[in-house]
């Protein structure tokens, strides 16, 4: 990192937003998010989040709130704004012109006063080269350079100049303090190369991108091309089409070219940023039919009202002072956009998921988001400890859950639903040695550490999630968690992907666990901790009258403490192989207990996501005829009947079921093999519940 100045990128969710806040973590900035989401998702700020691997403080806040805005330049160390809120659609703003003005204008009066109240004095503002109205009109415009004669045709290009026009007006009042960068955009296409964002319009698309791509993946019948009547190459319009994530780089560098001036020298000055090079309609068109292989069908039509035959940028001026240039041609901006519109093909707008508030503000980054089907099955989603706060079959809930975030962090807490890491299970006396250090855990289960002591993933905010809906059936929710050393009682930084894929038809959910670390060596062993009552339906506050059964009854043998002494004991209980299977009563019979999946095997694997998924647990409650199958691809699974439930339940009123590696295998030479990662490596398990 370079430096950690804090940017306040307001419309951060939308398409040019997402996009530089990209850019600018990448350079070692912070950003905090303002965006009132009236054309935007905050689900383009979460996928942000998994993408920078950092957290972006995000309000949803409208600039012309004044308390709500001034609330973010008291809570953070704003160093600079960039400006990109706004209502930008040309057609629209000649039906409802004053909502366009109050809204530009009045929102940057406010954000600017604030600005100049909390001595924030660099600004970059979101310009368009719909300033230089129709510079046909002149001989020699084409291609446009900033010096071009101002005059917008339409109300949002007259409130570009507006705000243009304050910021010029601004900076001549105090010519030493204001440093303001006005950045003139051409045509922006695109998207970010993950695939993870991109513009994403609501209703039908004004602009030629959008639309060729909700033509192709099937969203609209064909493209209406509007005239090929004009003095070009083919008779249509020539745009200078720019990549965003070239564009997103402009602001970059127009910020630390604002930076770099000497601190007390004001500048106020116009930049355009185009590629110099004009593509007509037709050209693009061509290049997007190769980008995503389909020839996308097509009709020539009546010009449309206000459209002009040339706006190519004449982008010297960035070149030479901002030391920018374009890097990315028509060509790979199709590319990039059809990959964004094949992995969205509905962009963030996603049926079958829904967001919650889990805590009684709305913080975006403490959400409870639901997928699925509500009548057949779904899965409710905490960003705390990416837990999973509800599982619903056939619109009935078969998890111990809570309703706020809050009471998931009780000091009692009872790891309800969570992700539990970096090392689920006990650690003998919480000490280990790894690295050629000895390490000591807090202790916080009788004599041992447990389920990762003090820094256990249960109580860890994660970022994201990306949502997804690949198939008509099956949804999935991805979230990240950055465990830093420094944080950490483990050694070692640690980057965490829990996965979760949701299957309406098949009722399975499916939890995938990646972990990689960095620096050093760390221990690790990953599971979750939903706590299953198939009976609830029936008001039941207990799990008994639960059949279950095991694939093996082979268990690791504890001392008084719950250190393994190394023997294989068999359990009282049920297998596959029996007729008949252990019924769960109100007071026993009681386990908790690590069992072999294969009890001849010494696993050494870090990564078991490619073996067999083999069904370890099967439980069944005749009452609701629910059926429930835990199936891993790792080596043992932790048998619990949840005897010392608390923490707001009651004793037996859950069991779990939680596949993982051998309990305190860290601290045992044979087994240590399957829960050391070290840098390089990559650490992986799956879990899969089944239902029927
Ligand atoms: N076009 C079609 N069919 C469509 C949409 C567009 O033929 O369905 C043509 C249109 O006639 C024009 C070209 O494609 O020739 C580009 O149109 P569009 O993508 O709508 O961009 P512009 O009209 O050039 O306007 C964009 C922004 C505007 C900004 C301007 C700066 O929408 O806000 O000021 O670029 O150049």
Redesign the pocket.
């Known amino acids: 990192m370079t430096t950690q100045k804090r940017v306040l990128v307001t419309g951060g969710a939308g398409y040019i937003g997402s996009h530089t806040v990209v850019e600018l973590i990448e350079n070692g900035y912070e950003c905090v998010i303002v965006d009132n989401l009236c054309n935007s998702s905050y689900d383009s700020v979460a996928r942000l989040e998994i993408l920078t691997k950092h957290h972006i403080p995000f309000y949803k806040v409208d600039l012309c709130d004044h308390d709500g805005l001034e609330k973010v330049f008291q809570e953070h160390n704003i160093d600079s704004v960039i400006h990109f809120a706004g209502l930008?659609a040309?057609g629209e703003s000649t039906q409802i012109p004053l909502t366009y003005y109050h809204n530009n204008i009045l929102g940057t009066l406010v954000l600017l006063e604030l600005m100049q109240k909390y001595h924030v004095e660099k600004f970059v503002f979101s310009s368009?080269?719909?300033v230089y109205g129709d510079a046909t009109r002149f001989p020699d415009m084409i291609p446009i350079p900033e010096e071009c004669p101002l005059g917008p045709t339409n109300p949002?290009?007259q409130t570009k100049l507006g705000i243009e026009n304050i910021l010029r007006d601004l900076y001549n009042s105090q010519k030493d303090i204001w440093k303001v960068a006005i950045l003139r955009?051409?045509?922006p296409i695109g998207a970010h190369p993950s695939g993870l964002i991109g513009e994403d319009p609501l209703g039908i698309p004004?602009?030629?991108?959008p639309?060729m791509a909700q033509v192709a993946v099937g969203r609209r019948e064909k493209?209406?091309?509007?005239?090929n009547d004009y003095d070009s190459r083919d008779g249509?319009?020539i745009?200078d089409y720019i990549h965003v994530v070239d564009l997103a780089k402009g602001h970059i560098a127009s910020l630390k070219y604002l930076d770099a001036i000497d601190q007390k020298t004001g500048i106020c000055r116009e930049w355009n940023l185009g590629s110099g090079t004009g593509s007509t309609?037709l050209e693009v068109y061509r290049a997007f039919c190769d980008a995503s292989g389909i020839e996308i069908p097509y009709e020539i039509t009546g010009r449309?009202a206000g459209?002009v035959l040339n706006?190519t940028a004449k982008p010297d001026r960035a070149t030479k002072e901002l030391k920018w240039k374009t890097e990315l041609d028509v060509s790979i901006a199709c590319k990039d956009l059809w990959k964004w519109a094949t992995e969205n093909p509905f962009g963030y707008q996603l049926n079958g998921i829904s967001a919650t508030f889990g805590t009684d503000e709305e913080e975006f980054d403490g959400r409870f988001v639901t997928i699925g089907s509500g009548s057949r099955f779904q899965a409710t989603i905490a960003n705390l400890g990416a837990t999973l706060v509800d599982l619903k079959v056939d619109g009935q809930s078969v998890v111990l859950g809570y309703e706020k975030e809050s009471q998931y962090l009780t000091p009692d807490t009872c790891y309800i639903g969570a992700t539990i890491g970096r090392y689920a299970n006990r650690i003998a006396h919480g000490k280990f040695a790894l690295n050629g250090k000895d390490y000591q855990l807090t202790i916080n289960n009788g004599v041992n550490a447990n389920h990762g002591s003090i820094g256990s993933f249960h109580a860890k905010r994660f970022l994201g999630p990306i949502l997804k809906n690949p198939t008509k059936d099956t949804f999935t929710a991805e979230y990240a968690l950055i465990d830093n050393s420094e944080d950490s009682e483990f050694p070692g930084s640690l980057q965490v992907i829990v996965n979760y894929t949701l299957n309406v038809a098949t009722k399975t959910l499916d939890i995938e666990y990646t972990a990689q670390v960095e620096v050093e060596a760390t221990p690790i062993n990953m599971t979750n901790h939903t706590y299953f009552n198939l009976n609830k339906l029936y008001g039941s506050d207990s799990i008994a009258g639960t059949e279950i059964k095991v694939i093996s009854n082979k268990s690791i043998d504890v001392d008084e403490n719950v250190i393994p002494t190394g023997k294989i004991v068999d359990r009282e209980i049920a297998t596959f192989d029996d007729s008949k299977p252990t019924v769960l009563g109100k007071e026993g019979p009681d386990y908790d207990y690590n069992f072999f999946v294969d009890a001849t095997a010494t696993p050494n694997q870090i990564d078991t996501r490619g073996n067999e998924l083999k069904l370890v647990t099967t439980a069944y409650h005749p009452e609701s005829n629910i059926k429930l199958e835990v199936s891993s691809t790792e080596p043992s699974y932790q048998v619990y009947t949840g005897d010392w439930l608390c923490a707001g339940f009651h004793p037996r009123q859950g069991f779990a079921v939680e596949p993982g590696r051998y309990v305190n295998a860290i601290n045992q030479d044979k087994y240590k093999g399957s829960v050391i990662l070290k840098p390089g490596e990559t650490f992986g398990a799956k879990i899969q519940y089944k239902f029927s």
């Open positions: 930008k040309v368009s080269a719909t949002y290009g955009y051409f045509n004004n602009n030629l991108l639309y493209l209406y091309v509007f005239g249509t319009p745009r309609v449309r459209d706006l």
